[in-house]
């Protein structure tokens, strides 16, 4: 293969992937109230997360789902997602087709965040890369108020 070819072959194997680690804009979907549970809604692998309501912000991340709690991580990278959070704590999220309102709570005791793990790590197959929840950006997704 000569270097000409490299961009398309870059091209078809993002085509294929559904998780492609780049930013997009406001997301489109069937605007529904949070379930009371949370479990098999996010039982996707991947998900789209916005931020930044003022100028939305959206990437996939993996999600895990705990009856009532769900929940999104980003470790100990304090990416712009994490970023738009702090300022204002209003995401939408889209699980396929379906877009639910909510607000990011950041996990302080590391008594969810174990419990978080676990259930990460049995969904995954393997554990958050940093499990200090004073070091980790830990974010349990709730109904807006």
């Known amino acids: 293969m000569n270097c000409r070819t490299c ?3 870059i091209l078809l194997f993002l085509a294929g992937c559904s998780y492609v680690p780049f930013s997009g804009g406001k997301l489109e979907g069937n605007l529904v109230a949070a379930p009371a549970d949370w479990t098999e809604t996010a039982s996707t ?3 789209e997360l916005e931020t930044n309501p003022a100028d939305p912000y959206s990437v996939k991340l993996w999600i895990v789902g705990l009856g009532s709690s769900l929940y999104v991580h ?3 990278n304090r990416a712009a997602w994490v970023e738009h959070i702090d300022v204002d704590s209003h995401v939408r999220l889209l699980i396929d087709d ?5 607000r990011a709570v950041r996990v302080e005791t590391q008594d969810e965040f174990n419990t978080f ?3 990460y790590e049995s969904k995954y197959g393997n554990r958050p890369r940093n499990e200090n929840v004073a070091e980790a950006y830990l974010f349990r ?3 807006r108020t």
């Open 7 to 9: 961009p398309a072959v």
């Open 45 to 47: 692998e991947i998900i």
């Open 74 to 76: 980003a470790g100990a």
């Open 98 to 102: 379906t877009l639910f309102e909510l």
């Open 117 to 119: 793990s676990d259930a």
């Open 141 to 143: 997704l709730e109904t």
